[in-house]
C-alpha cells in the first residue's frame, strides 16, 4: 500500500492559502487517491498564523498532519516557515516564499523578527526558495503570489501539468483564470 | 447519479440535508457552522434564512417541523445555548416533520470564547445525538437524523466539531429524495407546553430515550471493529480517525450514535478486550456513563479534557510511544490582528487616546483587547458588552462608567444585544454603547442580517434602521459618525461618556474584506518629512513598520488607503494616493 503523504501550507491569514490546498485537494482527488484537507476559519485567519493540512493516499484516516510527519512545507511566509519546519519528516522539502510580513508582537516592539532563516532551514532540509511577491508583481498582479508557489511546489509533485492547469481553471473565480495559469506557468518554470 | 466530490464538513451536511428532502433551514452565523448554510442556500429546493440569532433560528425549524416539513438549525456550540430555551421544551414536543439541530463545537478554541461539549446539553435536554467523523458521514448521519427523528419522534442533534467541520473529504453525492409534507393537524397535548401536557411528554421523553437505547446496540452506526482484542477503544467523531491513525491493529467500537449509548453492544465489546479505553474529546461522557455501568475503563486519567487530540497524542498516552521530531524553533508568535483598513481600529485609537475602558462583545472588534490596542477590558458572550456596562453602573453609580463605554457590532447588537439596550433605558441608565456598524457580520466572513438590506438568498430586503431602531426604544441621544472621521469621533465620545444619560454612538464604515468595498487608494510616505515619532504606529496596523532608521514604510500590497495612519501624521509625512 502506497504510503499516505502529507502536506502542510502554512502562511498569515489573508495571503490566501485556503484556495491553495482546495487546488491540491483538486488535485489529488482527480488522480483517484482517498483525499483529507484540513483548513482553519473565523477569528484565526485575521493577520493570524495559519495551517492548513492536506493528506492523500490509498485510505486516509487522520486529517492533521503531525510534528516530525510532513513530506512538504509550503510557507507563503518565511517566518511561518521556521515555525512549522519541525513538522517537516528529516528528509521534507520546504517551498518557502521570501516575504517578510511581521507579526504585532515584532511591531510592537516586543520581539524581534529572526534574521537568516533560509540559510537556517536549508541547513537542516531541502529548500525551495522563491521570491513569489516579486514575481507576482512582474505579472502586473501581486494578488496571484499564490498560484507561483503553486507552480513551484508543483515541480516537486507527481502530477501532470495540464492536469494542474485544469484544476486551477475549475478551482479559481473565473474572472482570474488566464492570469492565474499565467503565475502557476511562471512559478512552474522557475 | 453517483458522482464523487471533495467538500467541506459544512458542506456535506449541506448536501445531506438537501438529499434528505429538507425544505427550511435558518441559522444564525457562528464559526464552525458557518458553511452550512452558505452552502445550503445554492440548493433552490430549500427555503433558508439568517435569523437574529439562534433561538430565532430554533423557532423558525420548530415551526416548520410542526407544519410538517423537514427543517434544520444549525449554529455553533455557544449559540446552542441561545437557543437552549426552545431545544429543551421541542424535546417534549417532538416533530410533525423531521428536525434536525446541528450544534458546531470547537476543541481547541480555534474561535470561540469557551470550550463547552453540546452533548453534554443534549443529554440533559434529552436530544439524541450522532456523530460523525468525515464528510462522507457528515452527509449520510445528516439524512439519517431526519429518519429518525420522524421514527421516535424526536429532534435529533448532529454534533460536529471544528476539526469536522473545516476539514474536507470525499463524499459521493446522491439525488435528492422528495419527501411528502406530514398532514397538520391541531393537537394540544403535544404540541401546547403547558403544565399538564407537559407532565405527560415528559413521560414519553423518558420513554423515547429508553427505547432508543435499547435499539442502539443494533444500528448498524455503532458498530464494532474487531481485531486483536489486547486494546478495545470505545470513540466517535474525529477521535476516531486518530484512534484508526496511531492504532490501527486495536479493535474499536465506533459509536455513531453517542446519546443515548447502545449498552448491550458496549458491555459485550468491554467483555471481550483486555483493556478497554474511551477516546472522546471534551467531556467524560460516554466514559462516564460506562463507568457507572461497572465496567473498567481508562479515559481522562491519561487523556486530557482540554483541547483536540491527535493520533500522536494517542500513541504516547496509550502506546507509551513517542514520535521523533525535530525541536520546535523559539519564533515570534503571530496571533490574529485586525485588518488594515479595518474600521474598528480607527474606534479604538480614538478610545486609546481618551483612555476609555471597552466593555466588549463577540466579533473581530474582541481583538482591540490585545496590545497594542488595549481597549476592550471584558468579554462574556453575544449582547454581553451592554449588559455588563449597565451592572457595572448600578453597582458602582455613573460617574463610575465616565471613562467606559460599550462596544458592539451590528450584527451582534441585532442578535442579543438590542435587549440589553431596552433594559438601560428602563431602568434609567447611564452610559454611552458605540455600533461598530460595518455592515455585515465581519468575523465570520461576510454574511447578511437584518440592517444590511439583503437575505441569505440575496434578495432585497428591508433594512433595519439602527438609528431609528435606538430612538423607538426610548434612547434620546443617538450620534452617526464616519468611523474614520477620529476628530468628530473623539469629540462625540467625551460629549456622549459625559451625559447623564443613555447614548449611543453607531461608528460606521464597512468592513476592509468586503467586496463591494475595495478601495482604489494607498497611502504612501514621505521620509523627509518623517520625524520619526511613531505616532502612526500606535493603532498596530500590520500594512505600517518601522525601519531600520526609524522612519516607517507601508506595505503597499497590505494596504488600502483607510487614512488613519495619515490623519495621525502631524507631519504630514503620510500621503493618501490611487493604488
Redesign the interface.
Same mark, same amino acid.
Given at each position: 500500500m502506497e504510503q499516505t503523504k502529507s502536506i502542510m501550507i502554512v502562511g498569515? =491569514?489573508?495571503q490566501g492559502t485556503l484556495i491553495t490546498s &482546495?487546488i491540491l485537494?483538486?488535485i489529488t #482527488?482527480a488522480a483517484g487517491y %482517498?483525499?483529507?484537507?484540513? /483548513?482553519? *476559519?473565523?477569528? +484565526?485567519? &485575521? =493577520? =493570524?498564523?495559519v495551517v492548513t493540512f492536506v493528506r492523500y493516499g490509498e485510505k486516509?484516516?487522520? $486529517?492533521?498532519v /503531525?510534528? =516530525?510527519?510532513a513530506d512538504v512545507l509550503i510557507a507563503f511566509e518565511r517566518? /511561518?516557515a521556521? &515555525?512549522y +519546519? *519541525?513538522?517537516?519528516k528529516k528528509d521534507g522539502v520546504i517551498i518557502v516564499n521570501d516575504q517578510r510580513? %511581521? $507579526? !504585532? #508582537?515584532?511591531? #510592537?516592539g516586543?520581539?524581534?523578527? $529572526?534574521e537568516g532563516i533560509i540559510e537556517k532551514l536549508s541547513a537542516?532540509y531541502k529548500v525551495v526558495r522563491v521570491d513569489a !511577491?516579486e514575481e507576482a508583481k512582474k505579472l502586473g498582479n501581486?494578488r496571484v503570489f499564490n498560484t507561483i508557489i503553486i507552480g513551484v511546489a508543483a515541480r516537486q509533485m507527481n502530477f501532470a501539468k495540464e492536469d494542474w492547469l485544469r484544476i486551477i481553471e475549475k478551482t479559481v473565480p473565473p474572472k482570474t483564470v488566464e492570469m492565474n495559469k499565467l503565475a502557476f506557468e511562471a512559478g512552474y518554470a522557475m | 447519479m453517483s458522482e464523487k466530490k471533495i467538500m467541506l464538513g459544512n458542506e456535506a451536511i449541506a448536501r445531506g440535508a438537501y438529499e434528505a428532502g429538507v425544505k427550511v433551514s435558518a441559522a444564525y452565523p457562528g464559526t464552525p457552522s458557518t458553511e452550512i448554510s452558505e452552502n445550503i442556500v445554492k440548493y433552490d429546493e430549500i427555503y433558508a434564512e439568517w435569523a437574529p440569532n439562534e433561538k430565532v433560528a430554533m423557532e423558525v425549524a420548530i415551526g416548520a417541523s410542526m407544519s410538517g416539513v423537514r427543517s434544520m438549525a444549525s449554529m455553533k456550540h455557544v449559540g446552542v445555548n441561545v437557543a437552549s430555551d426552545p431545544l429543551y421544551t421541542v424535546s417534549y414536543i417532538g416533530v410533525n416533520g423531521g428536525l434536525v439541530i446541528v450544534a458546531a463545537d470547537d476543541p481547541g478554541l480555534y474561535s470561540s470564547q469557551n470550550e463547552q461539549d453540546s452533548r453534554c446539553v443534549a443529554r440533559v435536554a434529552q436530544v439524541p445525538v450522532l456523530e460523525p467523523s468525515d464528510s462522507q458521514e457528515a452527509k449520510d448521519f445528516t439524512k439519517l437524523a431526519f429518519e429518525l427523528s420522524e421514527q421516535y419522534d424526536t429532534p435529533m442533534m448532529i454534533r460536529t466539531t471544528t476539526r469536522l467541520a473545516h476539514s474536507q473529504g470525499v463524499v459521493e453525492l446522491m439525488d435528492r429524495t422528495e419527501v411528502e409534507d406530514k398532514p397538520y393537524e391541531r393537537n394540544a397535548p403535544k404540541n401546547v407546553m403547558m403544565p399538564g401536557n407537559a407532565k405527560h411528554r415528559h413521560v414519553f421523553v423518558e420513554q423515547r430515550l429508553k427505547k432508543m437505547a435499547e435499539d442502539a446496540s443494533s444500528m448498524a452506526i455503532n458498530k464494532v471493529e474487531y481485531q486483536d482484542t489486547k486494546i478495545g477503544v470505545i470513540t466517535s467523531g474525529i477521535p476516531y480517525q486518530y484512534v484508526k491513525e496511531a492504532l490501527p491493529n486495536a479493535s474499536v467500537l465506533k459509536l455513531g450514535m453517542v446519546h443515548p449509548l447502545p449498552r448491550k453492544l458496549i458491555e459485550e465489546f468491554a467483555s471481550k478486550v483486555d483493556t478497554l479505553y474511551i477516546v472522546e474529546e471534551l467531556e467524560p461522557l460516554i466514559e462516564e456513563q460506562v463507568q457507572s455501568w461497572g465496567i473498567k475503563a481508562i479515559g481522562k486519567e491519561i487523556l486530557t479534557i482540554q483541547g483536540e487530540y491527535s493520533a500522536t497524542m494517542l500513541k504516547k498516552a496509550i502506546l507509551k510511544e513517542e514520535v521523533v521530531s525535530a525541536a520546535p524553533e523559539q519564533v515570534p508568535a503571530r496571533p490574529p490582528i485586525l485588518c488594515p483598513g479595518c474600521p474598528h481600529r480607527s474606534v479604538f485609537s480614538v478610545l486609546k487616546e481618551l483612555k476609555i475602558h471597552g466593555a466588549g462583545d463577540i466579533g473581530c472588534y474582541t481583538l482591540g483587547a490585545v496590545a497594542p490596542l488595549n481597549v476592550i477590558d471584558t468579554t462574556v458572550c453575544m449582547g454581553a458588552s451592554i449588559s455588563t456596562l449597565h451592572g457595572m453602573e448600578k453597582a458602582k453609580g455613573k460617574d463610575y462608567i465616565k471613562n467606559w463605554v460599550a462596544l458592539i457590532g451590528d450584527s451582534t447588537f441585532l442578535h442579543t444585544g438590542v435587549n440589553s439596550l431596552i433594559n438601560m433605558v428602563y431602568n434609567q441608565a447611564t452610559g454611552t454603547v458605540i455600533i461598530l456598524d460595518n455592515s455585515t457580520t465581519g468575523m465570520t466572513g461576510h454574511q447578511d442580517h437584518a440592517a444590511t438590506g439583503k437575505t441569505l438568498k440575496g434578495t432585497p430586503t428591508y433594512a433595519v434602521d439602527l438609528v431609528d431602531l435606538c430612538h423607538a426604544i426610548g434612547v434620546e441621544y443617538v450620534s452617526v459618525v464616519p468611523a474614520f472621521d477620529t476628530a468628530l469621533l473623539k469629540e462625540t465620545v467625551k460629549r456622549e461618556v459625559a451625559r447623564d444619560a443613555v447614548s449611543v454612538i453607531i461608528a460606521q464604515a464597512p468592513c476592509a474584506l468586503l467586496k463591494t468595498n475595495i478601495s482604489k487608494n494607498k497611502c504612501i510616505t514621505l521620509p523627509e518629512k518623517c520625524k520619526k515619532c511613531g505616532m502612526c504606529l500606535v493603532p498596530g496596523c500590520p500594512a505600517i513598520t518601522k525601519q531600520e532608521d526609524g522612519t516607517v514604510k507601508i506595505d503597499d500590497t497590505m494596504c488600502n488607503g483607510c487614512g488613519l495612519c495619515m490623519q495621525r501624521c502631524k507631519f504630514d509625512a503620510i500621503e493618501k494616493v490611487e493604488k
Amino acid at each position: 500500500m502506497e504510503q499516505t503523504k502529507s502536506i502542510m501550507i502554512v502562511g498569515v =491569514g489573508g495571503q490566501g492559502t485556503l484556495i491553495t490546498s &482546495r487546488i491540491l485537494g483538486g488535485i489529488t #482527488t482527480a488522480a483517484g487517491y %482517498d483525499v483529507k484537507l484540513s /483548513e482553519v *476559519h473565523g477569528m +484565526a485567519q &485575521r =493577520g =493570524g498564523s495559519v495551517v492548513t493540512f492536506v493528506r492523500y493516499g490509498e485510505k486516509v484516516a487522520e $486529517p492533521i498532519v /503531525e510534528e =516530525g510527519c510532513a513530506d512538504v512545507l509550503i510557507a507563503f511566509e518565511r517566518l /511561518e516557515a521556521l &515555525r512549522y +519546519a *519541525h513538522f517537516l519528516k528529516k528528509d521534507g522539502v520546504i517551498i518557502v516564499n521570501d516575504q517578510r510580513i %511581521d $507579526p !504585532m #508582537t515584532v511591531v #510592537t516592539g516586543a520581539c524581534i523578527y $529572526p534574521e537568516g532563516i533560509i540559510e537556517k532551514l536549508s541547513a537542516a532540509y531541502k529548500v525551495v526558495r522563491v521570491d513569489a !511577491m516579486e514575481e507576482a508583481k512582474k505579472l502586473g498582479n501581486s494578488r496571484v503570489f499564490n498560484t507561483i508557489i503553486i507552480g513551484v511546489a508543483a515541480r516537486q509533485m507527481n502530477f501532470a501539468k495540464e492536469d494542474w492547469l485544469r484544476i486551477i481553471e475549475k478551482t479559481v473565480p473565473p474572472k482570474t483564470v488566464e492570469m492565474n495559469k499565467l503565475a502557476f506557468e511562471a512559478g512552474y518554470a522557475m | 447519479m453517483s458522482e464523487k466530490k471533495i467538500m467541506l464538513g459544512n458542506e456535506a451536511i449541506a448536501r445531506g440535508a438537501y438529499e434528505a428532502g429538507v425544505k427550511v433551514s435558518a441559522a444564525y452565523p457562528g464559526t464552525p457552522s458557518t458553511e452550512i448554510s452558505e452552502n445550503i442556500v445554492k440548493y433552490d429546493e430549500i427555503y433558508a434564512e439568517w435569523a437574529p440569532n439562534e433561538k430565532v433560528a430554533m423557532e423558525v425549524a420548530i415551526g416548520a417541523s410542526m407544519s410538517g416539513v423537514r427543517s434544520m438549525a444549525s449554529m455553533k456550540h455557544v449559540g446552542v445555548n441561545v437557543a437552549s430555551d426552545p431545544l429543551y421544551t421541542v424535546s417534549y414536543i417532538g416533530v410533525n416533520g423531521g428536525l434536525v439541530i446541528v450544534a458546531a463545537d470547537d476543541p481547541g478554541l480555534y474561535s470561540s470564547q469557551n470550550e463547552q461539549d453540546s452533548r453534554c446539553v443534549a443529554r440533559v435536554a434529552q436530544v439524541p445525538v450522532l456523530e460523525p467523523s468525515d464528510s462522507q458521514e457528515a452527509k449520510d448521519f445528516t439524512k439519517l437524523a431526519f429518519e429518525l427523528s420522524e421514527q421516535y419522534d424526536t429532534p435529533m442533534m448532529i454534533r460536529t466539531t471544528t476539526r469536522l467541520a473545516h476539514s474536507q473529504g470525499v463524499v459521493e453525492l446522491m439525488d435528492r429524495t422528495e419527501v411528502e409534507d406530514k398532514p397538520y393537524e391541531r393537537n394540544a397535548p403535544k404540541n401546547v407546553m403547558m403544565p399538564g401536557n407537559a407532565k405527560h411528554r415528559h413521560v414519553f421523553v423518558e420513554q423515547r430515550l429508553k427505547k432508543m437505547a435499547e435499539d442502539a446496540s443494533s444500528m448498524a452506526i455503532n458498530k464494532v471493529e474487531y481485531q486483536d482484542t489486547k486494546i478495545g477503544v470505545i470513540t466517535s467523531g474525529i477521535p476516531y480517525q486518530y484512534v484508526k491513525e496511531a492504532l490501527p491493529n486495536a479493535s474499536v467500537l465506533k459509536l455513531g450514535m453517542v446519546h443515548p449509548l447502545p449498552r448491550k453492544l458496549i458491555e459485550e465489546f468491554a467483555s471481550k478486550v483486555d483493556t478497554l479505553y474511551i477516546v472522546e474529546e471534551l467531556e467524560p461522557l460516554i466514559e462516564e456513563q460506562v463507568q457507572s455501568w461497572g465496567i473498567k475503563a481508562i479515559g481522562k486519567e491519561i487523556l486530557t479534557i482540554q483541547g483536540e487530540y491527535s493520533a500522536t497524542m494517542l500513541k504516547k498516552a496509550i502506546l507509551k510511544e513517542e514520535v521523533v521530531s525535530a525541536a520546535p524553533e523559539q519564533v515570534p508568535a503571530r496571533p490574529p490582528i485586525l485588518c488594515p483598513g479595518c474600521p474598528h481600529r480607527s474606534v479604538f485609537s480614538v478610545l486609546k487616546e481618551l483612555k476609555i475602558h471597552g466593555a466588549g462583545d463577540i466579533g473581530c472588534y474582541t481583538l482591540g483587547a490585545v496590545a497594542p490596542l488595549n481597549v476592550i477590558d471584558t468579554t462574556v458572550c453575544m449582547g454581553a458588552s451592554i449588559s455588563t456596562l449597565h451592572g457595572m453602573e448600578k453597582a458602582k453609580g455613573k460617574d463610575y462608567i465616565k471613562n467606559w463605554v460599550a462596544l458592539i457590532g451590528d450584527s451582534t447588537f441585532l442578535h442579543t444585544g438590542v435587549n440589553s439596550l431596552i433594559n438601560m433605558v428602563y431602568n434609567q441608565a447611564t452610559g454611552t454603547v458605540i455600533i461598530l456598524d460595518n455592515s455585515t457580520t465581519g468575523m465570520t466572513g461576510h454574511q447578511d442580517h437584518a440592517a444590511t438590506g439583503k437575505t441569505l438568498k440575496g434578495t432585497p430586503t428591508y433594512a433595519v434602521d439602527l438609528v431609528d431602531l435606538c430612538h423607538a426604544i426610548g434612547v434620546e441621544y443617538v450620534s452617526v459618525v464616519p468611523a474614520f472621521d477620529t476628530a468628530l469621533l473623539k469629540e462625540t465620545v467625551k460629549r456622549e461618556v459625559a451625559r447623564d444619560a443613555v447614548s449611543v454612538i453607531i461608528a460606521q464604515a464597512p468592513c476592509a474584506l468586503l467586496k463591494t468595498n475595495i478601495s482604489k487608494n494607498k497611502c504612501i510616505t514621505l521620509p523627509e518629512k518623517c520625524k520619526k515619532c511613531g505616532m502612526c504606529l500606535v493603532p498596530g496596523c500590520p500594512a505600517i513598520t518601522k525601519q531600520e532608521d526609524g522612519t516607517v514604510k507601508i506595505d503597499d500590497t497590505m494596504c488600502n488607503g483607510c487614512g488613519l495612519c495619515m490623519q495621525r501624521c502631524k507631519f504630514d509625512a503620510i500621503e493618501k494616493v490611487e493604488k
